[in-house]
Each structure stands twice: as C-alpha cells, then as structure tokens.
C-alpha cells in the first residue's frame, strides 16, 4: 500500500510541475501571437490611413 502511495504522490508532482511550466510556455506563445497581431494590424492600419491621406490630396 505504501508503494502505492508513493506511485501516486510523485506522479501528483510531476503533473503538477509539468502544468506549471507549459502554464509559462504557453502564456509566452500567446503574448508572442498577440503582439505579431498588434503589428500586423497596426501596419495594416497605417496603410489605410496614407491612403485616405493620398485620395483626399487628389
């Protein structure tokens, strides 16, 4: 029964330690695909506003 407990409580603190560090890596990724879309939209942006800048001067 001991062995048992023991099998148990450490595969507990593997998932739990395992959760933790892809919990980080996959906060990471998402600031990291968050801040290519901000940069992505803002060009895209920018470039609708020098159109309209462009057509208004014609």
């Given at each position: 029964?001991?062995?048992?407990t023991t099998f148990l409580v450490a595969h507990i603190g593997q998932a739990d330690s395992l959760l933790m560090?892809?919990?980080q890596l996959v906060g990471l990724v998402a600031a990291v695909l968050a801040a290519l879309l901000a940069g992505q939209l803002g060009w895209h942006g920018t470039d609708r506003i020098l159109a309209r800048r462009e057509r208004a001067d014609d």
């Open positions: 029964m001991d062995s048992l560090e892809s919990r």
